[in-house]
C-alpha cells in the first residue's frame, strides 16, 4: 500500500477530474432543474475528439485540447437543442426531459462505437505513449511518486473552476444566468432572452465536460467509447453530495467521491469503491437532504 | 393613436377561457387601472402583454406595433416593462445587481444616471446595495422592484398589485411612488385590488369581471356607480 501522502495526491487529481465534470451537471441543473443525463456522453466526446486529434490527425495536445473542448461544448449544445429544448416548449414533465436526454446519451455512445471501429479497430483506444511527460517526480524523503499529468490536471481543472467563478459572479452574462436560475419568467421580464441563456449555460457545462473527459482520458491513457459510464454515477453522487444546482457544492463533492474512492480501494480494494461512496450518500442524506450545499443559495448559478 | 391598444384579447389555460374579448387602451402619459376581484383575469393581462402568456386571438398594439407573438425580453427591450406580482426581486443577488439585471435593455444609454437617480430617491436602497435582495423587507423589495424596472428605460409601466401585502403607511408610499412615475411622462397601466387608491390615482378604469370588461370609465365616473361602489369600493 502507497503513503497516506500518496492517497492524497491521488485522490486531489482525480477529484479535479470528477468536480469539472460534475460542474457541468450542476449548471445545467441550476438553470433547468433538469439532470442532464448525457452529460456523460459529452465527457467521452471530449475524449474521443481529443483522441481523434493527437492520434489521427496528429495535432499536438495544446490545439487538440481546446478544439475537443469546443467540440464538447457545442456537443452539449445539440443536446438541448434536440433533447430539452423541444420538450420544454411543450411543457412536457421534468422526467420526460430526463428520459430524453438518457436516449441522447446512447445514441452518441453508439455514434462514438461506430466512428471507433474504422478508426481503431474495435472499441478501444490509447493516447500515445510520451505524449504527456510520463517520468514520475520522486520524492523520497516523503515517499512520493508524483506523475506530471496529475498536477497538469490539477492545475488546468483549477484555472478552468476560477474562470467559471468568475463569469458567473463577476460579469453581465453570469448575472443573466443568475437571474434565470432565480426564475425564468422574471428573467425574461428583465428583457433577458432566456433561451440564450440556456444554450451557453450547455455550452459551458459541455466545455467543461469534454475538459475532464480528455484530462481523464490523458491520465488513463485508454479511451473507449463507454468511458463515460465510469463517471456518470460518480458525477451525479458529486452533486447530490454537494447539493444539486450548486456550483461549490459540486467542487467539494468531486473531491470528496475521489477521496472516498481512493482510500476505499487503498483499504479494501477496488470491488468495495462504489459501495463504499453510495453507502457513504445515503448516509449523509438521511442526515442532510439538502446535500451540503444544498441551502447557500448565493453559489447556484 | 392610443400608446397601448388591446382588441377582443382572447387567452385560455387549456380548456378554460381565462380572458374573453378583452378589449382596453391606454393614452401616452395616462394612468390607466384594472380593477376586479381575484381571479377576474387582470394578471392573465399583465402576463399576455408582457408575452409570458399567448393569447389565442386579438391583437396588443403598442406605439402602433403588434406585441402578440413577440418573446418577453423583446417585448421588455420595446419599453414595455413589467413589476410581476410579489415582486419577485432576485432573492441571492445583492441590491445593485437586481438593479442593473436589466438595465441592458436601456436605449438612451442613461444607466448610470438613472442608478444615481434611484439612489437618491430610496436611501434605504443605497444604504443597502451590497446587501442580498432576499434580506430586504416587503416594502424595501417593492421599492427594489419598481427601481429595477425604471433601470429598464420603460415607455409604458405595468404593475401587479403594487400594494400587496404592504402596510397601511408603505401603500401610501407606493402610490406616491407611482404619481412620480407618472410626473416622468411614463404611462403606467396598474393592476389593484385596492380599488379606492388605484382610482385616486388613475385617469381612467377597466373593471374585470371573470375574463371580460364588464365598466370602464374614469376614476370619478366608476366612482359614482353604485355597482361598483357595492362590488369592489365596499
Do not use: C
Not at chain 1, 428573467?187 to 432566456?194: C, E, K, P, T
Amino acid at each position: 500500500m502507497d503513503s497516506f501522502l500518496q492517497q492524497v495526491v491521488n485522490a486531489v487529481s482525480l477529484g479535479a477530474i470528477y468536480s469539472l465534470f460534475a460542474l457541468g451537471y450542476a449548471l445545467v441543473f441550476s438553470i433547468l432543474g433538469v439532470l442532464n443525463l448525457a452529460h456523460s456522453a459529452v465527457f467521452m466526446t471530449g475524449a474521443f475528439v481529443g483522441l481523434l486529434l493527437v492520434d489521427k490527425l496528429h495535432q499536438p495536445l495544446w490545439i487538440a485540447a481546446p478544439l475537443a473542448m469546443i467540440a464538447a461544448g457545442f456537443v452539449s449544445i445539440l443536446l438541448e437543442f434536440v433533447a430539452f429544448r423541444p420538450l420544454r416548449q411543450r411543457g412536457a414533465a421534468r422526467m420526460s426531459q430526463l428520459i430524453s436526454s438518457i436516449g441522447a446519451a446512447l445514441l452518441i455512445v453508439n455514434l462514438a462505437q461506430l466512428a471507433f471501429k474504422p478508426l481503431w479497430g474495435g472499441t478501444e483506444a490509447y493516447f500515445p505513449q510520451g505524449l504527456v511527460p510520463d517520468q514520475p517526480i520522486v520524492i523520497e524523503a516523503l515517499s512520493l511518486r508524483i506523475v506530471p499529468i496529475r498536477m497538469i490536471i490539477l492545475v488546468i481543472a483549477l484555472a478552468l473552476v476560477i474562470a467559471l467563478q468568475y463569469l458567473v459572479m463577476r460579469t453581465r452574462i453570469g448575472q443573466q444566468m443568475r437571474a434565470v436560475a432565480f426564475n425564468q419568467r422574471t428573467a425574461a421580464l428583465l428583457g433577458i432572452n432566456v433561451g440564450r441563456v440556456y444554450v451557453l449555460t450547455f455550452f459551458l457545462a459541455g466545455l467543461l465536460g469534454g475538459a475532464a473527459g480528455l484530462l481523464y482520458g490523458l491520465v488513463f491513457l485508454n479511451v473507449t467509447p463507454f468511458i463515460g459510464d465510469d463517471v456518470a454515477l460518480v458525477g451525479l453522487t458529486a452533486i447530490v453530495l454537494g447539493g444539486l444546482g450548486s456550483i461549490n457544492g459540486a467542487l467539494v463533492g468531486g473531491f470528496l467521491v475521489a477521496a472516498i474512492q481512493t482510500f476505499s480501494i487503498a483499504i479494501g480494494g477496488s470491488n468495495y469503491k462504489n459501495a463504499v461512496v453510495f453507502g457513504l450518500l445515503f448516509v449523509l442524506l438521511l442526515a442532510r437532504p439538502q446535500g451540503l450545499f444544498g441551502q447557500s443559495e448565493s453559489t447556484r448559478a | 393613436m392610443a400608446l397601448l391598444e388591446v382588441s377582443d384579447l382572447w387567452v385560455s389555460y387549456g380548456m378554460i377561457a381565462a380572458l374573453r374579448s378583452v378589449s382596453f387602451k391606454l393614452e401616452e402619459g395616462q394612468v390607466v387601472t384594472l380593477i376586479g376581484a381575484n381571479g377576474a383575469g387582470k394578471s392573465t393581462t399583465l402576463n399576455t402583454l408582457s408575452g409570458l402568456l399567448r393569447a389565442s386571438a386579438g391583437s396588443i398594439r403598442f406605439n402602433g406595433v403588434e406585441m402578440i407573438g413577440r418573446r418577453p425580453d423583446r417585448i421588455a427591450a420595446m419599453g414595455m416593462v413589467q413589476v410581476p406580482e410579489g415582486r419577485q426581486v432576485i432573492a441571492n443577488m445583492s441590491v445593485a445587481e437586481n438593479l442593473t439585471a436589466g438595465a441592458h435593455v436601456r436605449r438612451d444609454g442613461r444607466t448610470d444616471e438613472e442608478l444615481a437617480a434611484i439612489y437618491a430617491r430610496f436611501p434605504r436602497l443605497n444604504e443597502r446595495r451590497t446587501q442580498k435582495a432576499g434580506l430586504l423587507s416587503g416594502g424595501e423589495q417593492q421599492m427594489l422592484a419598481v427601481g429595477r424596472a425604471l433601470m429598464m428605460q420603460p415607455t409604458l409601466l405595468m404593475m401587479d398589485e403594487p400594494s400587496m401585502g404592504l402596510a397601511p403607511l408603505l401603500v401610501k408610499d407606493v402610490f406616491r411612488i407611482i404619481a412620480e412615475i407618472k410626473e416622468r411622462g411614463i404611462s403606467i397601466l396598474l393592476v389593484e385590488q385596492n380599488a379606492r387608491q388605484a382610482l385616486a390615482i388613475a385617469d381612467y378604469a377597466y373593471v374585470l369581471e371573470r375574463g371580460k370588461v364588464v365598466a370602464e370609465g374614469t376614476a370619478a365616473e366608476l366612482s359614482n356607480n353604485p355597482a361598483i361602489l357595492a362590488a369592489y369600493l365596499g
